[in-house]
């Protein structure tokens, strides 16, 4: 398809987002990017609120970046409730 023109090139976000598609919020972020595959499993700890769980992996995906920002890998995950039990929302 690009063997006689330029073909495109996307940055990348260093930042590996994780977010847990069943509760709907961003649950940590990567400094780095970081691939895992789909049934990998996340040990969560929360420091401040002395909180353990789990997030495992259910899909990969590249989210698309807007304006001046860079595209950004997204690992969505599905976290277990006792980690949301220690991270309530905030105003309900």
Not at 7 to 36: G, I, K, M, S
Request: hydrophobic share 35%; proline share 4%.
């Amino acid at each position: 398809m690009y063997e006689s023109s330029a073909y495109p090139v996307w940055p990348v976000h260093e930042q590996t987002l994780v977010f847990d598609v069943t509760h709907n919020r961003q649950v940590c972020a990567f400094d780095e990017r970081v691939l895992l595959p789909v049934g990998a499993t996340i040990e969560l700890y929360d420091e401040d609120k002395n909180a353990h769980g789990t997030a495992t992996v259910v899909r990969v995906r590249m989210l698309n970046g807007s304006g001046k920002g860079r595209n950004q890998i997204c690992l969505d995950v599905e976290t277990d409730d006792r980690w949301w039990d220690a991270h309530p929302v905030r105003g309900v």
